[in-house]
């Protein structure tokens, strides 16, 4: 993504894999900082605290928080406690624990200095499949949505979407926006309806990075999914998700499943985007994706910038509110029209023939 005219990532390192940096996304849209972890400990707290967020970066912040771990433990005797303390720092996205997972599988049996290299190597090289796979997903996107455009001449193609699925969700270019912003390359004109995604407003952030990079795009309340479907305002509906069972069931943010019936009754197509990181071919249907209960207090209080500026957060109901939390909710397979990866889109049926041997 080109920030200011400069191409800039969401997460890098420096001093030669000492120092991790990212993108604060908690204080997004209002100010851009980048913050740095040179701990383990602190990534995985930027995990955490959703500073850094979405299933792809996710993946790759643990990847890098591995990395750090290993190099402040160089007898190795550490290392499978943090490793497991870094894959639980949140549960739904599936792309945390298979990174985890392969970064030990790497450093199996390896020492020393050849392990912290063979750590950041890894990490490094997480972090540039996820761009690549990006890319892919879309330019399968593209084809996909050009089609539909070249359907409905004359006018934009209304593209509805959930939560934040863009660039700030992954290392770069993002998943279900990966296709808008190669759209954009591409000329065919579109408009992005941004689900503004109460309580945590990743909706602002999808709306920012549309708009820092020149496309139309107009934020929703969550609830008028509906209306604009009705009315024939949306053509289609593209969205991420944080972990897809291998029958196709997809595991997203909360709020995603409605999206996805009124898109049925509606008739408009529904796609997930979603690297094949976040495919678990372990669980058979979306009923066993472990969901993430958040605190009650994201229902509560509401983050927004005072007139000098800065952010704070503002109490919308009474602490003594009783308020419940799920922070994904799981769209059924038969909801899904295709899911868009990097090795093309694929019926939610046809996952399975992909299944890794
Ligand atoms: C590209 S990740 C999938 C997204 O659509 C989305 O659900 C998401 O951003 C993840 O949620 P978050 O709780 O913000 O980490």
């Known amino acids: 993504m080109l920030v200011e005219g400069k ?12 120092s991790v940096l990212y993108i604060d996304q908690t204080l997004l849209p209002y100010e851009l900082r980048i913050r740095t972890a040179r701990s383990w400990e602190r990534l995985v707290q930027a995990i955490e605290r959703m500073e850094v967020r979405g ?31 870094i894959a639980s720092a949140r549960p739904t996205a599936v792309n945390l624990q298979w990174a985890v997972k392969r970064m030990s599988a790497r450093l199996s049996g390896l020492e020393g200095r050849e392990r912290i290299r063979c750590a950041r190597s890894e990490a490094a090289r997480m972090a540039e499949e996820d761009v690549a796979a990006n890319r892919s997903i879309g330019r399968y996107a593209a084809r996909l949505l050009r089609a539909l455009s070249e359907a409905r001449p004359g006018r934009p193609l209304q593209i509805l979407t959930h939560c934040n699925a863009g660039w700030l969700a992954t290392v770069d270019y993002g998943t279900a926006l990966s296709g808008v912003y190669q ?15 109460r309580p945590r407003l990743q909706g602002l952030l999808t709306e920012w990075e549309l708009r820092m990079a020149g496309l139309p795009v107009t934020l929703v309340a969550d609830n008028a999914g509906g209306y604009l479907m009705q009315r024939g305002l949306v053509d289609v509906v593209i969205v991420g998700a944080d972990r897809i069972a291998a029958n196709g069931d997809a595991a997203n943010k909360i709020g995603t499943y409605l999206k996805a019936l009124a898109a049925r009754e509606s008739g408009v197509p529904f796609y997930v985007a979603a690297p094949f990181s976040t495919i678990d071919f372990s669980l058979s249907r979306g009923s066993g994706i472990p969901i993430e209960k958040r605190s009650g207090g994201e229902l509560r209080e509401i983050r927004g910038v005072r007139p ?6 503002l109490r919308i109901a009474p602490q003594q509110t009783d308020a419940f939390n799920p922070g994904f909710d799981v769209t059924p397979a038969e909801l899904i029209t295709g899911i868009i990866t990097e090795k093309g889109v694929l019926r939610p049926s046809e996952l399975l023939e992909w299944r890794p041997q």
């Open 7 to 18: 191409p800039m990532r969401t997460i890098w390192t420096e001093d030669e894999g000492d």
């Open 55 to 85: 299933a792809p970066l996710i993946g790759v912040a643990g990847a890098w928080a591995a990395a750090l771990a290993v190099a402040d433990d160089p007898g190795g005797n550490e290392l499978r406690r943090r490793l497991e303390v």
């Open 183 to 197: 759209c954009s390359a591409d000329g065919i004109p579109v408009h992005v309806w941004a689900d503004e995604t």
């Open 308 to 313: 000098d500026g800065s952010v704070s957060t």
